[in-house]
């Protein structure tokens, strides 16, 4: 009997060892996906007044670069070119973002965005890249001009859970009662782009209303007035394996008059005053 108990021991042993290894291995594979993974789908003149924000100053960040997935070629548009921008592009570094103090944005780099001369130089684009293994999103860039801008009336998007969803509501907190709103990276306003759900993030409503919302209508009257291209990317941040984003990191910058018009670069925070967020899971309750 001795003998036998210990053999069992044994194979016990050996196979926690072979689940701990294969943990570690599947971790592994998870986090060089994630390394390599892009995600940036479709990138298509004088003011003098400048759109700016002006919420705490920070400074320019850095990031780590990522590699690239294939691009869907839109028609006209030279592959190359898009695959060029992609490989030059480093999302934002979250360790470079203060906590929340009480304002909807962090200022970065004074407001100019970090596009390259290449960038203001590509053709008209959209772009929404591919879903991680997660579902979370990740950037969205496009060239928008008046031909981006939707005709016709928006339609419903209640179909489309994106990563981290909760429907929950706090109606002694939040006027709109809910919590969460499914928030267009590019606004459907800017680029007619609705029920796509690599362009929808969870959202709390404070962000959407108070950190997005001004940014994309003043876009939208500068184009409008002016004609002019506006080149512009939105990247959710994530943390590790968290499904509901930080922020997001705006950057957004007049073609025809080199940035007098519109130059914005700026983070905002995906909090909601008075709610505390899990942003692991999306679960949230009163602070």
Known sequence: MGNRSRIKVVK??????ILILLCIMFYAIWKIIDFFRFKPDKIEDNATEVVTVQPQEGSSVAADESSVETVQEVPGEPEEVVQT???EYAPLSMEDIPDYTGDPWYVINNNKPDFSEEDKANPT?????DMDLLGRCGVATACLSKELMPTEERESIAG????????VKYPELIDDLYLFNRCHLIAFSLAGENANEKNLITGTRY?????????ERDIADYIRDTGNHVLYRVTPCFEGIELVARGVHIEAYSVEDSGRGISINIFAYNVQPGI?????TGDSWVE
Do not use: A, C, R
Not at 125 to 129: N, P, R
Not at 160 to 167: C, D, E, Q, Y
Not at 207 to 215: F, H
């Open 12 to 17: 016990i042993i050996i196979f926690i060892l």
């Open 85 to 87: 921008y992609l490989l």
């Open 125 to 129: 684009f959209e772009y929404y890249s």
């Open 160 to 167: 489309i859970k994106p990563s981290g969803w909760h429907t």
């Open 207 to 215: 962000m959407n209303i108070q950190g997005m919302l001004p940014i």
């Open 276 to 280: 505390v967020i899990d942003y692991l």
